[in-house]
């Protein structure tokens, strides 16, 4: 058995891709688990706006690699469309932990549904980021208002109105995205959005940000396995 587990992160672009190069790898590294992305297959378009169709063709091409490897799925709740396993239950919990744990829980069902003798149950690690990769970067107030140029009471009326990170709906004119694009209208999620990212850390983003927390605590977790 070895000590270093290796996960595969289905990721849904190249913000979430960059994110997962750049300041997850490097951590998850330091406890032994070596993270890689990848960017789900989309065939014939670019961007958000992801279907459940396609995903499973990749989770199923990585499933079956390698067996001695786990496999995540890194979405934005935003973005993933209505043939998408529990979404509509899913939208109709009342916090933002209750979407995700209901999302998350269907996902894996359905996976493990298609997909038997995988061990999906111990493999599959599925997050989605409620409601958006975006959310995260509301953990920090200050730094975030500094970074984009704007009062810190603009960003501390959002969180006030919405009541943490997470929780900032998925409106098309109010999720995440739309919002620090209305506060700054240079914001580019591959680069802005990464180096407020990485000036914030992941300490305070995991404090702030439960849903996220706790599955990087279960992603750090994971230990390597062998099959003979």
Known sequence: MSDYA??????????????????LAPYLEKKGVCMTPIVISKPGQKGGD???????NDINLHLKQRRDTYLTLIVDFYGIKG???GLKEAKQQATPSMKSSKISSETKKQVAALFKGYDVDRRFVPYF?????EALLFSEPQTLSTSI????SEIDT???KCGEPENIDDSPNTAPSKRLEKLCGRFKKTTTGIAIAKAIGLNII???????NGWLTD???LKGVSYG
């Open 219 to 221: 992603v750090e977790n």
């Open 149 to 152: 140029h704007v009062s810190q």
């Open 129 to 133: 980021s409620m409601h958006e990769f």
């Open 158 to 160: 959002i969180l006030t």
């Open 6 to 23: 290796e996960i595969v992160a289905l990721v849904e672009g190249t913000t979430e891709k960059i994110f997962v190069a750049d300041i």
């Open 83 to 85: 043939d998408w396993p």
């Open 206 to 212: 995991r404090e702030k940000c439960l849903i996220f």
């Open 50 to 56: 992801v279907k459940f169709d396609w995903v499973k």
